[in-house]
């Protein structure tokens, strides 16, 4: 399961909405606990992809600079945020063929006519093969 506080999805959210008919795209930055994931905050990418309308890319500084952060405390780069503009919060064939870290989790938001009508998590079973839907909660924040 993936919890996150409630500022954190609606960042996403309104990244989502924003970008739109762009993908929206981002790390989640947490803590692992078991088999549950923690976001203590999300940081938004700017869409480095060649088409920002079909794929996402997130920047690899801002990869580089949270992995190097990580290095000093007890949180960590836990996932990845993007959005489908087209309403399906599954993921596409794209997204299956960039899908090789296991220990990063996938949340996939799905927009209609600019809102976002679904979201989703995933976790990677098997790299470029097949994801498996996890649980996705929003708690309030504290």
Known sequence: MIFFPN????????????????????LLWGKRCEADVYVASVYQ???????????????PQLRFDLERLAREGEMDVVGLYHSHPNGSAKPSEIDLSRAWETALIWVIIGLEEGKVVERKAYKVEKPKER??????QVVNSQ
Do not use: H
């Not at 994801?131 to 996705?136: G, Q, R, Y």
């Open 7 to 26: 500022i954190a999805m609606r960042q996403i959210i309104v990244a989502a909405e924003e970008s739109c008919p762009e993908e929206a795209c981002g």
């Open 131 to 136: 994801f498996v839907e996890i649980d996705l």
């Open 45 to 59: 990418s700017k869409n480095c992809a060649d088409d920002p309308r079909t794929k996402f890319e997130v920047n």
